[in-house]
């Protein structure tokens, strides 16, 4: 009788622990460190102070006629994305890589042995909360730097054409680069070469296809999470050879499924 009753409790107990607990658990992890609030205060300097200083020294009057026709007050606000998208990427690796290091995996893939769940877990709070705050902060870069911004240079309201779309990017970009660097920190498994790896993506690939010539740079150019970013922020001209923003978004969510496929097959394959 016992025995039938422990039995009872423990099917009781594994059919009750599924993705709801699991992630609230990595909530409490994701909250509960310093370097959370460090990087989201990061993403708030980067955003809102690049925000201030570019939007507030754009010389209308001194401008020539080919600037002028190519001024674009929305992209313009988020010079701070820059360090915004690395923040959230330093972010996306330590969720993982910190886990590794300290030896605490053993205990998180204990209490979670489906290592699947772990890491879909993991990706949808890191997603979440750096969603919501990408969009909070690309809200308030937008909103800041037109404020920032003197007459009589034009100023870009959300109801125009493209802004809104991109003050939306502005914030689901630099989520997707989190997302990106977690299933890099689980294949890496190393904080400083998850991070090196995404600093490789973002900044040192573009400059790899520079050399190569202005066909390739086009061709392959397009594809870099930068440069979709770019023309994705852009709503008064579109930057040539590049993917549609609906396309180049498709394409980050592409590239976030891969590395965190990746992450997966590498977290179930290896040992902890």
């Not at 990595?26 to 994701?30: D, H, S, Y």
């Not at 915004?84 to 205990?107: C, N, W």
């Given at each position: ?24 658990m ?5 909250r509960?460190v ?79 042995p ?25 809200f ?55 991070i ?49 923003p ?26 902890a």
């Open positions: 009788m016992t025995a039938a009753t422990l039995t009872r409790g423990a099917t009781r107990a594994k059919a009750g622990y599924g993705f709801r607990s699991v992630a609230r990595e909530w409490l992890k994701l509960s310093r370097s959370t609030a460090w990087v989201v205060l990061v993403f708030a300097a980067g955003m809102i102070g690049l925000a201030i200083l570019v939007m507030a020294h754009q010389h209308w009057a001194t401008m020539s006629p080919a600037d002028r026709a190519s001024f674009d007050p929305t992209d313009d606000s988020f010079a701070g994305l820059a360090i915004g998208q690395l923040a959230f990427g330093v972010l996306g690796a330590l969720v993982i890589t910190t886990e590794f290091s300290s030896g605490m995996i053993r205990a998180t893939l204990a209490a979670v489906r290592r699947p769940l772990l890491v879909a877990a993991k990706a949808a709070v890191l997603g979440a909360v750096a969603l919501v705050v990408g969009e909070i902060f690309a308030t870069a937008f909103a800041v730097g037109q404020l920032a911004l003197h007459a009589p240079a034009p100023h870009a309201a959300l109801g125009q054409p493209g802004v809104l779309r991109a003050v939306l990017m502005a914030g689901a970009y630099p989520a997707l680069i989190a997302l990106i660097a977690l299933g890099l920190g689980a294949v890496i498994r190393h904080t400083a070469g998850a090196s790896a995404v600093v490789g993506i973002l900044f040192v690939l573009p400059l790899i296809l520079v050399p190569l010539g202005t066909s390739i740079q086009n061709s392959v150019g397009q594809f870099m999470p930068m440069l979709i970013a770019e023309n994705s922020l852009s709503a008064v001209k579109p930057v040539v050879h590049s993917l549609s609906a396309v180049g978004l498709g394409m980050l969510c592409l590239y976030a499924v891969a590395a965190l496929a990746a992450g997966t097959w590498a977290l179930a394959r290896r040992d």
